[in-house]
T-cell receptor, first 109, second 114 residues
């Protein structure tokens, strides 16, 4: 059974204070690791897909990296508008995505 | 281009009743996924429809069912509602092809069971 664990559950940062969110996974044959952003009252919004260890992708202040056991979402010099819940998901042997519970990120001005 | 639309936005039911939730995918998307997001839990996979057929279902009882129509819109039905069914139900769509897992989500239906 595919499993995804995200840490920390919640993170409060000052504006400009860089940090990383962790996603540890157990999957039989990784067919993709996905990062989504979810704002309150809305559905998740796609950010990145990573397929193999060593792969990195960037978008504005966000960079996602992947190893064989975990993925990191690095946030550089965050702004208050980066506040959201960040979700990690994997696609393994089964169809459909397995999601983690998310990291609730708050960026204080 | 319109995104994934879900209706209703909010739905209030009592125990034992039935609920019907609707989803319209992005134009050109043939796959529709349903997820349940209960408070404190991650998104739990419910159902996957593609080309009108149910392709897979998650670990939920049979009272959770659905269908996909010829225009690729979808309906989720929950029978004999229980209090623990209270959650945000999210619909997502994707392009044809089972390898395409870039899902586009709607804003969800908040179901409250009293």
């Amino acid at each position: 059974e595919d499993q995804v664990t995200q840490s920390p559950e919640a993170l409060r940062l000052q504006e400009g204070e860089s940090s990383s969110l962790n996603c540890s996974y157990t999957v039989s044959g990784l067919r993709g690791l996905f990062w989504y952003r979810q704002d309150p009252g809305k559905g998740p919004e796609f950010l990145f897909t990573l397929y193999s260890a060593g792969e990195e992708k960037e978008k504005e202040r966000l960079k996602a990296t992947l190893t064989k056991k975990e993925s990191f979402l690095h946030i550089t010099a965050p702004k208050p508008e980066d506040s959201a819940t960040y979700l990690c998901a994997v696609r393994g042997g089964a169809d459909g995505l397995t999601f983690g519970k998310g990291t609730h990120l708050i960026i204080q001005p | 281009e319109a995104g994934v639309t879900q209706s209703p936005t909010h739905l209030i039911k009592t125990r034992g009743q039935q609920a019907t939730l609707r989803c319209s995918p992005i134009s050109g998307h043939t796959s529709v996924y349903w997820y349940q997001q209960a408070l404190g839990l991650g998104l739990q996979f419910l159902l996957w429809y593609d080309e009108g057929e149910e392709r897979n279902r998650g670990n939920f009882p049979p009272r959770f069912s659905g269908r996909q129509f010829p225009n690729y819109s979808s309906e989720l039905n929950v029978n004999a509602l229980e209090l623990e069914d209270s959650a945000l139900y999210l619909c997502a769509s994707s392009l044809p092809g089972s390898d395409n897992e870039k899902l586009f989500f709607g804003s969800g239906t908040q179901l409250s069971v009293l």
